[in-house]
């Protein structure tokens, strides 16, 4: 069993940045890819990045990529979401999620530890 908490939303002009992070439960934290989805007011939950468990190779969706770096310390049971250039349609909770052994997916159905989301506001 795995524990997922986030932190790090909040309140941010377009243009900031923001870090979310994902502190994770449980000793076989290496063994799990980690990834983050959003879900905007009246959308469905979208994919937005992830980071595999062996090699850390990271995948993002194509709204977010070049603005958005996951990254992971294992050390810290911790994956990180560093958000830069923020626009208001960025606005949603985050939410992270982990799976055991799958490398990169971009589909919800293949996680199966998911956190409670954080919320990302961002005003123009």
């Known amino acids: 069993q795995v524990q997922l908490v986030e932190a790090g939303g909040g309140l941010v002009l377009a243009g900031g940045s923001l870090r979310l992070s994902c502190a994770a439960s449980g000793r076989t934290f290496t063994t799990y890819t980690m990834a983050w989805f959003r879900q905007a007011p009246g959308k469905e939950r979208e994919f937005v990045a992830a980071?595999?468990?062996?090699?850390?190779?990271?995948y993002y969706a194509d709204s977010v990529k070049g603005r958005f770096t996951a990254s992971r310390d294992n050390a810290k049971n911790t994956v990180y979401l560093q958000m830069n250039s923020l626009k208001p349609e960025d606005t949603a909770i985050y939410y992270c999620?982990?799976?055991?052994?799958?490398?990169?997916?971009?589909?919800?159905?293949?996680?199966?530890?998911w956190g409670q989301g954080t919320q990302v506001t961002v005003s123009s």
């Open positions: 980071i595999t468990w062996s090699h850390h190779n990271t």
């Open positions: 999620a982990a799976v055991q052994y799958v490398s990169g997916s971009s589909s919800e159905r293949d996680y199966n530890y």
